[in-house]
């Protein structure tokens, strides 16, 4: 397994950006795959986007599909998660996650994980 450790999140207002990272330790950064969820409170843990391990695919749910671009050095062994036009329902912990086959989206199929930064949009 691979330790994750997530930085950048913050307060914002609407229409706002954040960028938040996510730096690994661990062996073999460069052969996993890569995510983003969130959780809002008193909801399950959302998948949001993932990036392939050689960065040469990327996969975002519909809500934040031309307002987040997520991105990996595997020099840094970082991932990062760009987030723009930021909206009051963008609101929840934002977790990076590994370790898992490329595809998948159910929190549970996720190995590795953060211990997460909160995000909060102002209206």
């Known amino acids: 397994q691979v330790r994750l450790a997530e930085s950048g999140g913050g307060l914002v207002q609407a229409g706002g950006s954040l960028r938040l990272s996510c730096v690994a330790t661990?062996?073999?950064?460069?052969?996993?795959?890569l995510a983003w969820f969130r959780q809002a409170p008193g909801k399950e843990r959302e998948f949001v986007a993932a990036i392939r391990w050689d960065g040469e695919m990327t996969y975002y749910i519909d809500p934040v599909k031309g307002r987040f671009t997520i991105s990996r050095d595997n020099t840094k062994k970082t991932v990062n998660l760009q987030m723009s036009s930021l909206k009051s329902e963008d609101t929840a912990v934002y977790y990076c996650?590994?370790?898992?086959?490329?595809?998948?989206?159910?929190?549970?199929?996720?190995?590795?994980w953060g211990q997460g930064t909160q995000v909060t949009v102002s209206s």
């Open positions: 661990g062996p073999t950064f460069s052969q996993r795959n």
């Open positions: 996650a590994a370790d898992a086959l490329w595809g998948r989206i159910r929190a549970r199929d996720w190995g590795s």
